[in-house]
Structures are given as C-alpha cells and as structure tokens.
C-alpha cells in the first residue's frame, strides 16, 4: 500500500442524528465533540454532526466508520446522499468547511472521498436545493401548492423556501427576519420577526428557517397556520399537541417509506462507490496530485470567506460564496490541470505544502 492510500484509509468518523434534538441538547453534543475530537475535522450540518480523525473514534453513542468504510462515508455525505433533500448544493459547503479547519493528515485522508463526491454532483446535476423542503412537507401534509406562505429567516435557507413558494405558485409569501435581504423578489412581502403578530389572516403555511441562535417560538406565538414546517436545527418551534408542527424528521422518515426514492439513493450510492474505487485505484498507484493542491487551496479559500463575513455582514453568505469560489476557480484551473497531466504525486504533493500551514 502506498504512503498516499494509507493516508486515505487511516480515517474514522463518528457519526450523530441533530434531528428532533432541542437547542440544549444539540449545544451540549457539539460542545463535547468538539471537546473530544481536538485533533479531528467537525463538521455541522442541519440534520448531522460528524467528527473526522486518525485516531479511534472515542462516541460510545455515535454511529463509527473506519478505514475505507470512513471514506466512503464522508463522500456519500459531501454528495448529498443521506441529506433529507437528495444531492442538496448546501451540504457539499459545509464538508469543506468542515475540514478546511481540520488538522493536515484529516485533509489529506478525506481529499479522494470530496473529490468523488464532486464527480458524482457533476454527472447527475442535482436540481434539489433545501428550498425543496417545502415540496417534501406539501405532499407529506396532502396539501396543496395555493394560498400564502409565512417564512421565518432571511438566511440562505429562508430565501430559498420563499422563492420555490413562489415558484410552486403560492399567491402570497412572506418573508420574516432581523434584516431586509437584498436579493429579494419583487413579489416576496418582507417584514420585522417583531411584527409577525401584526400580519393578517391564516396562512397556510409557517415555515421556519431561524439560525441556531434563534429562540424557541411557541406556535401559539405566531399566526395562525394550517401547517407549521419547522426547518430549524435546533427546531424553531415548540411543540404542543395538535399543533400541526412537521419537522426534518418526519420528511426524512416519510422519504424513507417511498420504494422509488429509496432504490434511487441507493443506485447512487452505487454509482458513488465506482467513483470512489476508481479514485483510490488511482491514489494507490501515487498518480493523484491534484487532489491535494485543491484542498490546500480551499482550506485558506474558507478561511478568507470567514474572514471576510465577519467584516461584511451586508453581503449575502452566497454571494459572499459565489465570488471567491469563482475566483478560485479561474486561478487554479490551468495549474490544476498541468499536474494532472504530470502524473507525478510527489510533486504534486510539495506544490500543496506550500499552501498548507
């Protein structure tokens, strides 16, 4: 086994489900994640949280991998695969980000599971986004795409909810937060969370889509409403009984009773081990220099972008996203491309030390 592949397959992870936990439960988990796995990559996402490292996983409660099996899993996340809303774009950010702030030797080992992950999203071309939540909890419900629509956050997810409302055909949608987004439709309604109370009539739907600091809300709170999506992790709202509240969970579970659905995942979860195989066929033989200068370069990409969304809070986070991603892109295109013809991963490897820590 080459230096390069054993470096892949000495990788663990530790695996937990946020979905259905309340705000201090989910605090309580992150923090002893974090706490326990120092020499590990952490990475959060609205339905998981998983630790990433070259020492044994020490979760008594979480789900384990290792070796190959660690890879694979990480790639079939990165890809979307076990996201409620299949290939959704959002998730694939949130590995890099992940692992960008990770210790060298986690980056290494995950680079081929990242990078078949990007080849499967390039052949399929998933069109889901987690605005296709909304899609998800009308058919759960049996309810209709009509009538008016209440969303709680301007976030990303917040935005992309609102605008699929409007794409399915909904009259009236309403957009809720601290401040007015700047990209937003001409036909999305914006108003204040503080004066939510003020708004008029029943919505059909109340979808909430707050960040993890927000507060829980009572649905008592808020207008009245034929269903209350929660999209929040932590949840946005408080349960009572008879409330009406869906969350994640149940789309998840509701996903996972649909034969079709299932056998989809799993054909793709087929498609992604060939890529996977191929690509560690590949690292084995030590032709895989590119993959390492990427990562390099999107460790310091992710930390500029945070950088630069602690000193502009006015831009949009994809925008913010788009920009510096684009850039990336065109620089790194050509140089990218020059070693891969090479073919020579020693070389390859020193060009990505020079970009690492």
């Not at 979307?80 to 030797?105: C, D, F, M, T, W």
């Not at 036909?187 to 503080?194: F, P």
């Not at 269903?227 to 996972?256: C, I, K, Q, S, Y």
């Not at 370069?297 to 502009?312: G, I, N, Y």
């Amino acid at each position: 086994m080459t230096k390069s592949l054993h470096n892949m397959l000495n990788l663990t992870a530790c695996c937990w489900s946020t979905l259905g936990l309340d705000r201090e439960s989910v605090a309580a988990l992150v923090a002893r994640v974090r706490r326990e796995h120092p020499g590990g990559a952490v990475i959060e996402s609205c339905q998981r949280l998983e630790a990433y490292s070259a020492v044994p996983c020490t979760g008594a409660d979480a789900q384990r991998f290792e070796g190959e099996a660690a890879v694979a899993h990480l790639a079939e996340v990165a890809a979307g695969l076990h996201s409620v809303v299949l290939g959704e774009a959002q998730i694939l950010g949130q590995v890099r980000a992940g692992l960008a702030a990770g210790p060298a030797e986690v980056r290494r080992a995950t680079t081929v599971a990242v990078a078949a992950a990007r080849e499967l999203r390039a052949a399929v071309r998933f069109d889901s986004h987690a605005g296709h939540l909304l899609d998800r909890a009308l058919k759960v419900a049996g309810m209709p795409a009509a009538g008016s629509v209440l969303v709680l956050g301007t976030g990303q997810m917040g935005r992309l909810v609102a605008s699929r409302a409007k794409e399915l055909g909904f009259e009236r949608v309403v957009i809720a937060g601290r401040r007015r987004p700047d990209d937003l439709p001409a036909d999305v309604t914006y108003t204040t969370l503080a004066r939510v109370r003020d708004l008029d009539g029943v919505f059909d739907v109340v979808a909430g889509c707050l960040g993890s600091s927000a507060e829980e809300l009572a649905t008592s709170a808020l207008p009245a409403s034929r269903l209350f999506l929660d999209l929040g992790t932590p949840p946005n709202f408080r349960r009572a009984a008879g409330d009406g509240v869906l969350g994640l969970a149940e789309l998840l579970a509701d996903e996972r009773t649909r034969p079709h659905a299932m056998r989809r995942r799993a054909e793709l979860t087929r498609q992604l081990g060939e890529m996977l195989d191929a690509r560690l066929r590949q690292a084995e033989a030590g032709r895989s220099p590119v993959g390492a200068l990427r990562f390099e370069v999107e460790r310091v990409r992710q930390r500029e972008l945070a950088r630069m969304r602690r000193l502009h809070p006015e831009v949009p986070a994809d925008v913010l996203e788009t920009m510096t991603r684009s850039l990336v892109n065109q620089l790194f295109h050509l140089p990218s491309a020059r070693l891969k013809e090479a073919g020579d991963a020693a070389f390859g490897q020193r060009v990505a030390e020079l970009f690492g820590p």
